[in-house]
C-alpha cells in the first residue's frame, strides 16, 4: 500500500514543486503610465549559472518570477518589442532570498536601453522565515574557526553548546539549537539536500570543508513545510567551479607559544593549575575549480589537512608535561556540476574525512591510561541531484544522499586487558567523583557505526503572483553500536576527606558489557505541498506536511559478561509508529509597497525530529548501567564479588547488589508506552525595514509551546513504599524533605513506562532585534540581541514524591522566577583602502545552565563540616537502613536558575590584498579573544558536598594569535 501510495504521489508530482531554497527572483513591470506590461521577457543573466540565463514572462497582471537561481551577482533584463530595454545591473542574489526588481517600460526602439545600477534589496517580502546568510567573503575575512558551528556563533537566535574560540573546538562539535528545540532539530543540507547523521536522533552532523561553500545560510524560523524540522536550518550552497578555471591556497597557523595566559588566581584557588590552551593550530586548504567542457561540464575540488592540538587542564604526562589531546582532519571534497541538456542538470559531489583524536579527556585525567583514542574507518556524505526547468513556469528535481560516520572510542595501547583475567579485573576504571578526573583506564571501548540514506522529489509551479510546490523527502538508516569495558565497571571514590584522588572507595558503577546491538529507521518520509499568493501587498505561504516515522530494534545477540549472561533477542517493530500532519502558515505584508518594510506573521507547527533514538531506548541490549555501593574490604583496591554475591561486606563480596533491579542487564528497563510524537507549535511576529540603501533592521518576538510531552513511570513502584526523611541544604543549613524508598521496593525488577503526560509543559519565548548593513563599495556588518526564557513543567510523579531530583518546590518552573538571558552578537568585515580589509566579531552569549545539586551516596556521604546550622555536620546522610535507593541527587535550586559563566569574546582579523595579474595574495594576521576572557566553560561538578563544587573544568581559551596566507588566481 505504500509503495503504491508513493508511486501515485510521484506520478503527481509531474503537476507541480520547486527547487529545493533556491532563490528568486520577482517584481511588477509597469509602463510609464503605471499600467500593468503583459507579455514582457524577463532574463536573470550570472556567471554562476552553468546555463547562463534563466527567463520568465510576465502575466497578465505584469507578474514575473525568476526561480532556482544560485546566489550571486546577476543582470535582469527586461524586454518587449516597441519599447527601450530596462536593465538592471550588479543586483546582488544571496542564497535563499527572493529579491524584488520592479520595471516600469517606456516607448522606444530595442536598440535603446536604459541601465540602471542600484542598491540590493535588503527585505524579502514574500516569505516570513528568519535567514541568515553568510556569504564567501564573510566566511573568509571574519574571523571563525571554519566549521558550521564556528559561523553559527554569528548568528542571531543561533546558540552553541560548547563556544569555540579560534577553531580550538573544531575537532570536536558544538552542538547548534534554537528557539528552544533540541540539537536534534538542526537540519544539515548541502544544496539542498539533507546530510545529517542518525546519531542523537540527528544531531551529530559530519565535519564539512568550509572551502566547498559559495555561501552558508542559517534559517531559525518560519521554516516552510518542505523541511521536517524546526530547528536551525542550515544550507551550504556550494562551489560548482565555473567557465574559468580558478582556485586558492589557504594557509594559516597559531602556535601556541604565542598565546596568553588567562590562568588567574580565582582558578588557582579552586585547585586549576594548567588551564586550557592550545598547542598549535594549523590549517591548509587547496581548492581548484573550472570546465572541464565551457558551459556543460565544470568540477571543484578541495583538499584540506586541519590539525589542533589542545592542552587540557590539569593534566599532566608521566614526565609532568601538560596533557595534549592531539587531533587532526583530512578531507577531501569533489564535485561535478553538468548540464546535460538546455533542460536537464545532474550535480553530484562527495567529501570525504579521515579524523583521528590521541587523547579524549576531561580535567584531571590520566593521559597515559585514561584518555581515550578516536578512529574514522569510515566517515563521508555524499550525494547526486537532478533538476530540470522544464519550462519557464515549471521546474522539477530530484536526489540522492548518504551521511556514513562509522567511529571507534578506544583505551590506549596496552590498556585493553583479556576478558576475565586478573588483568582485566585489576585495570577497571577509577572515576574520582569529589576532586575529578580518571586514571587506569578510560569509561569504555565503543564503536558507532550509523549510516543514513536520504531522497527527495519535489517540482515548483510558478505562474506570475502565485507558486505551489509539491514535495516528498525520505531518510532511513541502520546504527549498529558495541561496548566493552575491563571489569565491566568503574571504580567510584570520594577523597574529599584525604585530598588525594582515588583514594577512598565509594560505589561502582557496573555495565551489562560485552554488547553488540543496533537499530534502524525504516522510514522518515514526509509529503508536503506549499502554497504562496501574491495578493497586491500581501503574501500568503500556506503548507501542509504528512509524515510518517517508523523505526526498529534489530535482532541481536550479546556474550554473557560479568554482570549479564548471554542474551538473544528477536527485532521489535514499531518502536515508534508514527503518522502525523504539521501544517505550516505565514503571512507577509509589504507595508508601504515599496519593498522596504515587512510586517511578517508566522504559525508553525514542527514534529520533534527523532531517528533511531527511541528503538535504541527499548533495545534490551542497551548499554546500561547502575551504581552500587563498593567497599574494598581487602584494601587491593578491586571491586570484588560476583553478580548478586552474598555476605556483603566481605573479601568474597566488595559489591552492594541489594538495590540491583531482579532485571538488570537481561531486559531493557524502559516499556515503550505507544505515546504520541512530541511536537511544538511555534508563533512568530516580526518587522523588518531597510532603514537606508544597504541597511535593514529588525524586531521580532516568538514564542513556542510543545505539546505530547512524556513522563516516565516506574510501575513497581508506589507512593507507599516510599517515608518522609530530613535533608538540609549543604550551602544554607535550610530544611527540606526527601522520600526513602523502601529496600524491597528497590529491589523489584524496574518496569519503567514511557507514556504521554498531559499536564508537562514547556514553552520558551524570545525577542530578537537584529541589524544588516551592506557597506558601499564592499563590506557588511550584522548583528543583534536575542533575548530568550525557557521554562518547563515536570510535576507528574505517581511513583515517586521526590519528583525525580526537583521535589514538589521546584517541579513547576513556570511558579518560579526563572530569567531571560540575552546574548549579543556582532560582526563585520570592511576594506579601509590600499587593499587592506579589517574585519571583526563579537559574542557576549549566555552558556548553558548549570543548576546547583547534592548527590547523595547510601551510607557513606556525610554533611560537610562547615555545613550552617541547623545541618548536623559530619552526619550520614543518607542511612542505610532508612533509604533502599542506592544513591541520590537532589536539586537545590530550579534547573534554569543558574548558568555557567557569559562568554565574552572579541576577536579581530586584518588582511592586506596584494594583486599580480590574475593572482592575489592575501597575508592575515588574526586575534583571538582579544579581552582575554577567563571565563569558565564548565565546572568538575556542581554537587555541593563535593570538596570540587565549582572547581572549573575547563575554562575559555586565553587570548589567541595567528598568520595566515591566502592565494588566489
Known amino acids: 500500500m505504500l509503495m503504491r501510495t508513493l508511486a501515485a504521489f510521484a506520478g503527481a508530482l509531474l503537476l507541480s514543486t520547486a527547487a529545493y531554497a533556491q532563490s528568486a527572483i520577482t517584481g511588477v513591470v509597469r509602463d510609464t503610465t503605471g499600467a500593468a506590461m503583459p507579455g514582457v521577457t524577463v532574463e536573470a543573466s550570472s556567471d554562476v549559472l552553468i546555463e547562463k540565463v534563466k527567463a520568465d514572462i510576465t502575466d497578465a497582471s505584469g507578474n514575473y518570477r525568476i526561480a532556482d537561481l544560485r546566489p550571486g551577482t546577476y543582470s535582469v533584463a527586461f524586454t518587449l518589442t516597441g519599447f527601450k530595454v530596462y536593465r538592471r545591473d550588479g543586483l546582488q542574489l544571496p542564497a535563499e532570498f527572493t529579491a524584488t526588481v520592479n520595471a516600469e517600460l517606456a516607448v522606444g526602439a530595442l536598440e535603446e536601453t536604459i541601465t540602471v545600477t542600484g542598491a540590493s534589496p535588503m527585505v524579502d517580502v514574500t516569505t516570513a522565515a528568519k535567514t541568515s546568510v553568510l556569504d564567501r567573503e564573510a566566511i573568509d575575512l571574519i574571523p571563525t574557526g571554519r566549521t558550521i558551528q564556528g559561523m553559527a556563533q554569528l548568528v542571531v537566535g543561533v546558540n552553541l553548546s560548547l563556544p569555540d574560540t579560534g577553531g580550538a573546538r573544531a575537532m570536536q562539535q558544538t552542538y547548534m539549537s534554537t528557539h528552544g528545540m533540541t540539537t536534534s532539530n538542526t537540519t544539515v543540507l548541502v544544496d539542498g539536500m539533507m546530510v545529517n547523521g542518525l546519531q542523537g536522533d540527528g544531531a551529530i552532523q559530519s565535519y564539512f570543508n568550509d572551502a566547498m561553500n559559495s555561501e552558508v545560510s542559517y534559517q531559525t524560523s518560519g521554516i516552510g513545510a518542505e523541511t521536517s524540522?524546526?530547528?536551525?536550518?542550515?544550507?551550504?550552497?556550494?562551489?560548482?567551479?565555473?567557465?574559468?578555471?580558478?582556485?586558492?591556497f589557504k594557509v594559516s597557523s597559531r602556535p601556541g607559544t604565542w598565546q596568553s595566559s588567562n590562568l588567574t588566581d580565582r582558578?588557582?584557588?579552586?585547585?586549576?593549575?594548567?588551564?586550557?590552551?592550545?598547542?598549535?593550530?594549523?590549517?591548509?586548504?587547496?581548492?581548484?575549480?573550472?570546465?572541464?567542457?565551457?558551459?556543460k561540464l565544470w568540477v571543484f575540488g578541495s583538499g584540506r589537512y586541519y590539525s589542533v592540538n589542545n592542552f587540557i587542564a590539569n593534566t599532566f604526562f608521566d614526565d609532568g608535561t601538560q596533557g595534549i589531546d592531539d587531533q587532526f582532519i583530512k578531507s577531501g571534497t569533489a564535485r561535478l556540476t553538468w548540464q546535460v541538456t538546455p533542460r536537464n542538470k545532474i550535480s553530484a559531489y562527495m567529501d570525504?574525512?579521515?579524523?583521528?583524536?590521541?587523547?579524549?579527556?576531561?580535567?584531571?585525567?590520566?593521559?597515559?591510561?585514561?584518555s581515550t583514542v578516536w578512529n574514522s574507518p569510515a566517515y563521508h556524505t555524499t550525494a547526486i541531484k537532478w533538476s530540470s526547468p522544464v519550462s519557464s513556469s515549471l521546474f522539477l528535481e530530484g536526489g540522492y544522499s548518504n551521511n556514513t560516520e562509522y567511529y571507534t572510542n578506544e583505551y590506549q595501547e596496552g590498556i585493553e586487558k583479556p576478558r576475565g583475567s586478573a588483568e582485566w579485573f585489576a585495570n577497571a576504571a577509577h572515576n574520582e567523583l569529589d576532586l575529578g578526573g580518571y586514571t587506569k583506564a578510560g569509561p569504555t571501548n565503543t564503536t558507532e557505526s550509523p549510516i543514513a540514506f536520504y531522497w527527495n522529489v519535489a517540482a515548483t509551479y510558478v505562474k506570475g503572483d502565485h507558486t505551489i510546490k509539491v514535495g516528498a523527502n525520505n531518510r532511513q538508516g541502520t546504527f549498529m553500536h558495541t561496548r566493552e569495558?575491563?571489569?565491566?565497571?568503574?571504580?567510584?571514590?570520594?577523597?574529599?576527606?584525604?585530598?588525594?584522588?582515588?583514594?577512598?572507595?565509594?560505589?561502582?558503577l557496573i555495565r551489562n558489557s560485552p554488547l553488540v546491538y543496533g537499530e534502524r529507521l525504516n522510514r522518515d518520509l514526509g509529503i508536503f505541498i506549499q502554497d504562496s499568493w501574491r495578493l497586491n501587498r500581501l503574501t500568503a505561504n500556506i503548507g501542509l506536511r504528512w509524515e510518517t516515522l517508523?523505526?526498529?530494534?534489530?535482532?541481536?545477540?550479546?556474550?554473557?559478561?560479568?554482570?549479564?549472561?548471554?542474551?538473544?533477542?528477536?527485532?521489535?517493530?514499531?518502536?515508534?509508529?508514527?503518522?502525523?500532519?504539521?501544517?505550516?502558515?505565514?503571512?507577509?505584508?509589504?507595508?508601504?509597497?515599496?519593498?522596504?518594510?515587512?510586517?511578517?506573521?508566522?504559525?508553525?507547527?514542527?514534529?520533534?525530529?527523532?531517528?533511531?533514538g527511541i528503538a535504541a531506548a527499548y533495545n534490551p541490549l542497551l548499554n546500561q548501567t547502575f551504581t552500587l555501593p563498593w567497599t574494598d574490604v581487602n584494601g587491593n583496591d578491586i571491586a570484588d564479588g560476583t553478580l548478586r554475591c552474598t555476605g556483603y561486606p566481605s573479601a568474597a563480596?566488595?559489591?552492594?547488589?541489594?538495590?540491583?533491579?531482579?532485571?538488570?542487564?537481561?531486559?531493557?528497563?524502559?516499556?515503550?508506552?505507544?505515546?504520541?510524537?512530541?511536537?511544538?507549535?511555534?508563533?512568530?511576529?516580526?518587522?523588518?525595514?531597510?532603514?537606508?540603501?544597504?541597511?535593514?533592521?529588525?524586531?521580532?518576538?516568538?514564542?513556542?509551546?510543545?505539546?505530547?510531552?512524556?513522563t516516565t513511570i516506574n510501575r513497581s513502584w508506589t507512593l507507599a513504599d516510599y517515608t518522609a526523611y530530613t535533608w538540609y541544604n549543604p550551602l544554607t543549613g535550610n530544611p527540606f524533605e526527601v522520600y526513602a524508598r523502601s529496600a524491597a521496593a528497590a529491589a523489584r525488577p524496574t518496569s519503567n513506562l514511557d507514556t504521554f503526560d498531559e499536564a508537562r509543559k514547556q514553552a520558551y519565548e524570545a525577542f530578537n532585534f537584529e541589524g544588516r548593513w551592506r557597506i558601499p563599495g564592499g563590506g557588511q556588518v550584522f548583528g543583534g540581541v536575542s533575548i530568550e526564557r525557557e521554562r518547563v513543567k515536570n510535576c507528574t510523579s505517581p511513583d515517586d514524591p521526590n519528583y525525580g531530583s526537583?521535589?514538589?518546590?521546584?517541579?513547576?518552573?513556570?511558579?518560579?522566577?526563572?530569567?531571560?538571558?540575552?546574548?549579543?552578537?556582532?560582526?563585520?568585515?570592511?576594506?579601509?583602502?590600499?587593499?587592506?580589509?579589517?574585519?571583526?566579531a563579537f559574542q557576549n552569549n549566555r552558556s548553558p545552565v548549570s543548576s546547583r545539586v547534592m548527590t547523595v551516596t547510601r551510607g557513606s556521604t556525610r554533611y560537610p563540616a562547615s555545613c550552617p546550622a541547623p545541618c548536623p555536620a559530619g552526619q550520614v546522610i543518607m542511612p542505610t537502613?532508612?533509604?533502599?535507593?542506592?544513591?541520590?541527587?537532589?536539586?537545590?535550586?530550579?534547573?534554569?536558575a543558574t548558568s555557567v559563566e557569559r562568554i565574552v569574546q572579541l576577536d579581530f582579523k586584518v588582511s592586506r590584498t596584494f594583486r599580480f595579474g590574475r593572482f592575489s595574495v592575501l597575508p592575515t594576521f588574526e586575534v583571538f579573544n582579544i579581552n582575554n576572557s577567563d571565563a569558565i566553560i564548565s565546572y568538575i561538578t556542581t554537587n555541593a558536598l563535593s570538596t570540587s563544587y565549582l572547581a572549573p573544568n575547563s575554562i575559555m581559551q586565553g587570548r589567541m594569535y595567528g598568520l595566515g596566507l591566502v592565494t588566489r588566481w
Not at 676 to 691: I, M
Open 485 to 508: 569495558a575491563n571489569a565491566d565497571l568503574i571504580q567510584q571514590y570520594r577523597s574529599s576527606r584525604t585530598g588525594v584522588r582515588w583514594t577512598v572507595p565509594s560505589s561502582v
Open 229 to 248: 524540522s524546526g530547528g536551525v536550518r542550515l544550507n551550504m550552497i556550494p562551489r560548482e567551479g565555473g567557465n574559468r578555471w580558478s582556485g586558492d
Open 653 to 710: 563480596c566488595e559489591i552492594s547488589f541489594a538495590g540491583l533491579p531482579a532485571n538488570y542487564g537481561i531486559a531493557a528497563l524502559n516499556e515503550y508506552g505507544d505515546y504520541p510524537r512530541t511536537w511544538n507549535l511555534e508563533s512568530g511576529l516580526e518587522v523588518q525595514h531597510e532603514l537606508f540603501k544597504g541597511v535593514s533592521v529588525s524586531g521580532s518576538w516568538w514564542k513556542g509551546n510543545f505539546h505530547n510531552l512524556t
Open 267 to 295: 582558578h588557582k584557588t579552586r585547585g586549576l593549575t594548567a588551564g586550557n590552551a592550545i598547542d598549535r593550530i594549523i590549517d591548509y586548504t587547496l581548492s581548484v575549480g573550472g570546465p572541464i567542457k565551457k558551459d
Open 806 to 840: 526537583n521535589g514538589k518546590a521546584l517541579c513547576d518552573e513556570f511558579a518560579l522566577d526563572i530569567p531571560y538571558r540575552p546574548s549579543w552578537k556582532l560582526a563585520g568585515t570592511k576594506e579601509i583602502g590600499f587593499g587592506v580589509n579589517v574585519s571583526m
Open 550 to 612: 517508523n523505526a526498529k530494534v534489530l535482532a541481536g545477540k550479546s556474550p554473557a559478561g560479568r554482570f549479564a549472561p548471554e542474551r538473544t533477542f528477536d527485532e521489535i517493530k514499531d518502536v515508534p509508529a508514527w503518522n502525523n500532519l504539521a501544517p505550516r502558515m505565514a503571512l507577509v505584508y509589504d507595508l508601504f509597497g515599496t519593498g522596504r518594510t515587512a510586517i511578517k506573521y508566522s504559525l508553525n507547527r514542527y514534529n520533534l525530529s527523532r531517528t533511531t
Open 881 to 896: 537502613g532508612v533509604f533502599g535507593q542506592t544513591s541520590l541527587t537532589y536539586n537545590l535550586e530550579p534547573v534554569r
Open 352 to 370: 570525504e574525512i579521515d579524523k583521528y583524536r590521541g587523547h579524549d579527556m576531561q580535567a584531571n585525567y590520566d593521559p597515559e591510561t585514561a
